[in-house]
Every structure is written in C-alpha cells, then in structure tokens.
C-alpha cells in the first residue's frame, strides 16, 4: 500500500533518514542537490552525503552516495554539512568532519559528479584558533573574492551568542582567520549559529542562519565592508517551524535558489516504522525587498507539474465556503482576496467530513499575524501539534496566497512577505476536504485556481 504521507513532488530520498542540504551546484547545465544522508536508518545516525541531480530544477535522479565516512580519517564519525565551489574548473566540496569539528575538502572527477576524492592535506582547517573558546565550528559557506577565498562557519562564543566566522584563503587549502563577520545576542538569536549561507543579493548582502535553540532559519541584511558585515534588516526565512538549515546558490540565469530541510512533525518511532524521514522543500527564488527585507517565491519550473484544474469566484466570502472539485492531498493553489470589512481569512485544508482531522491558516488582520493552528491535523497520537505563527501586514487591502499541498507536506507563500511550511499527518483517508473563510466581516474572493500537481519522479504518473 503507497505510504500516504510520503510526498510526491518534493524531493527525498527512496528510504531512510535526510537533513540538510549540502553542495548545491549548477554544474555543467544541471543542478546538483547534495544532502546529509543517513542510509542505514529512518533517524539520524552517521552522516553521509546523499546525491541527486536535475536538468530542470524539477525532476530528479537519484545518484550514488558522494561522501562516506573514512574510517581513521578527520570525517571518520560523519561527513557534516558544506557547499560546493568551481575550483578553477574542479567541482569542490567543503564540508565539516566531527569530533573534532574540522573542515576537509573533496574534488569531483567527470561531468556528471559520481566520483569525489578527498584531498589528501585534510584537513584543511584543522579547528578553531589557539585560545578561542566557541560553541561549534561547523558547517563552511564558501566564496570567491576578488583574488581570494573566503570562508564563513557556524559559531558562537560562549556567554555571548552565536557567530559566523571568516577566513581567507589563497588556494582553498591554506586558511587565515580573520576575525568574526558578524556575531548576535544568545537572548535573541541563539548560543550558536548554524549552516551560514553569506551572498550579495539586489546590492546588499545577505547572511542566513539556523540559531540554536531556537530551531529555525533567520536572515539578516545590510552592509558588507572591512571584513565585517553590519545587519540593518533581519527576519524568519519560514515561520512554520519546520524548515531548518537551509542552504541557497545562484544558477546560471543568475538567480539566488534556496532549498531547505523539511523536518518531520512526528515521532521517531512513527519515522522508524515508516521507514523514511526528512523531506527538501521546494526552490524558492530569493530577491530583496525594499526595505531589505527577504523575499521568497517558488521557482516558476514548478508550472510544469500542474495538471488538472479547477477555478472559482469571483464571489464574496462570508463565513465558510467549501471547496471542491479536487483531491485534497497533491495540489497547488493560487487565490487572491480583497479584505473588505473582514478582520481575517481563514484556509483549511485535509479537513475530513466532520471536522475531526483539519488544518487551518489564519491571516489575523488586527495584530499582522499569519497563523498556522495544527490542534486538530491528525487523530495520530505521533502528530505534534504546536502551533506557529509570524508576522504578515499587509500594506493594501489584498492577499494574494500560493500554498502547495503534498501529502505530509504543507508550503504556504503569503503575498511576498512570509512563508510558512508546516508538516501534517491526517490518518482519515476521507481527510481531503478545502474550506475559506472570511472573520468577522465580509470579504471577496476575486480569484482562486487549484491545481493537481504530478510526481517529479519519471518513473511515476499522476493519479
């Protein structure tokens, strides 16, 4: 029987445990997703790096493991997250081996990127500088700069907070630290900070990181100079509370890709069972705004997937109205609503006939808060039900929404101001159900189109 919470047009390994992405790369006319892997199980264990490629951005292959632990070598107890960078026409991973925390490097051999050798000199940054005392030392963002290298790693300085680190190098073997590019308040944003990503993006730069505790992404923007970066804007790359560590590149066409890791919203033992964990979601193209802040929106490739649709509205909204005419569990949705007097907007989806099973996004007009309440997804007593919710103003009187339904997966892009990506496990296969509504006042639904979306995997064909 097909498990029905294994998505279909998000990428995932065919079994066992995935994290973070890694290695993101556009080389040779396809791009390259590399991710942490743990191949003998459904939980986290000894980390490999999984690998699969795309001519689209859509459809995937899966490849060959790429990395593996060296037993005796600095990565023997698990090869830990990295990038990817053309050296001088060499595809080159850098990427973190544990305990100790050191970085090493790997060169690709051929076109396609099957095989890796590891360099012989690793490790190349043999751990943090005599007499500095860090949190962690992990998770390398590396880039070309001017004659040099630069290289950025997840840390933090204890009592202090979380910080990246900067280094340079002439040849990516030799590395010189430079001081921290930029450090933050443990108190509001983390003791330490994990898989940095640091890129220009719309004339600024843009620093992303995944701050522990606090279990999500964030991104600052602002001004990059003297070896020091000075945030003026920050934000939540996701409010859901599911995407972590996410990791962008820029492709051929000059775009800024982010992928991020889709965490499970269930327990081990129901991972374990189902014999999978860990889901990428989908590409987002990042721009800036401008008041700096971060803008996400799905990769336009994804229109390829659509098939089957259905339309409604215009009409008005007043308290709730059914949607129907697709199957609940693998689409795309697109609506925009005017607000009129109304002080919210309400979308449920997986709702079974009687309300036992259903999630629900909630735009609270009052307090410019986007809501997502998961007290009632599922009948499992595996399910985790927090709620989360950010802040989402809205400076007009419209919304535009696009939210992609998969299975366990749920991404909703509200307008271009926030994402928010959750996980929900209904267990009724009847739980399929669409509702809207408008809260406390009436509102307009001008457009709304839902899509069935095919699986991004050849072998496969729409239901």
């Not at 410019?368 to 989360?388: F, G, N, V």
Request: aromatic letters at 10%; glycine letters at 12%; hydrophobic letters at 35%.
């Amino acid at each position: 029987m097909p498990d029905a919470h294994r998505p279909r047009y998000h990428f995932l390994p065919p079994c066992h445990w995935m994290n973070d992405p890694n290695g993101l790369i556009h080389w040779q006319g396809r791009y390259h997703l590399f991710y942490q892997h743990n191949p003998f199980g459904a939980w986290w264990g000894k980390m490999h790096w999984g690998h699969a490629v795309s001519a689209d951005l859509v459809h995937w292959q899966h490849l060959p493991l790429a990395l593996a632990p060296t037993p005796g070598g600095p990565d023997q107890e698990g090869c830990w997250s990295g990038c990817a960078v053309d050296w001088a026409g060499t595809p080159t991973l850098v990427y973190t081996g544990v305990r100790p925390e050191v970085q090493c490097l790997a060169t690709g051999e051929g076109d396609d990127l099957l095989i890796w050798h590891k360099h012989p000199r690793n490790p190349v940054i043999a751990g943090p500088p005599p007499g500095l005392e860090v949190t962690g030392f992990r998770d390398p963002c590396v880039w070309r700069e001017g004659q040099e290298w630069r290289l950025v790693l997840g840390s933090g300085f204890p009592g202090q907070g979380g910080a990246a680190l900067l280094y340079r190098s002439p040849n990516l073997l030799d590395w010189e630290y430079l001081g921290p590019l930029c450090e933050g308040e443990a108190s509001r944003t983390g003791y330490n900070w994990e898989c940095p990503n640091f890129f220009s993006l719309g004339g600024r730069h843009v620093l992303i990181i995944s701050p522990q505790p606090l279990g999500k992404a964030m991104y600052m923007t602002g001004d990059y100079a003297a070896n020091r970066f000075a945030p003026s804007a920050e934000g939540d790359v996701d409010i859901g509370g599911s995407l972590y560590a996410p990791q962008v590149m820029a492709d051929a066409r000059g775009r800024r890709l982010l992928w991020g890791w889709l965490r499970e919203g269930r327990s081990r033992e129901a991972c374990e069972e189902a014999g999978w964990a860990g889901v990428m979601s989908l590409p987002r193209v990042l721009t800036l705004l401008p008041d700096g802040c971060l803008s996400a929106q799905p990769a336009p490739e994804l229109q390829t997937l659509r098939r089957r649709s259905v339309r409604w509205g215009p009409r008005p909204l007043a308290g709730w109205v059914p949607l129907e005419g697709l199957p609940g569990d693998g689409l795309e949705l697109r609506m925009t609503i005017a607000l009129g007097s109304a002080e919210g907007i309400a979308l449920i989806v997986r709702r079974s006939p009687g309300g036992e099973e259903e999630t629900r996004f909630i735009y609270d007009r009052n307090a410019d808060i986007l809501r997502c309440d998961r007290s009632r997804a599922s009948l499992s007593p595996h399910q985790d039900r927090t709620p989360y919710e950010g802040h989402y103003s809205v400076a007009g009187d419209r919304i535009t929404w696009r939210l992609f339904l998969d299975a366990s997966v749920v991404e909703l892009y509200a307008d271009s101001l926030t994402c928010l990506t959750t996980r929900i496990y209904p267990e009724r296969p009847d739980s399929l159900g669409l509702a809207l509504a408008a809260i406390g006042g009436e509102a307009r639904l001008e457009s709304l189109e839902a899509w069935e979306m095919a699986p991004i995997w050849r072998a496969e064909t729409p239901s």
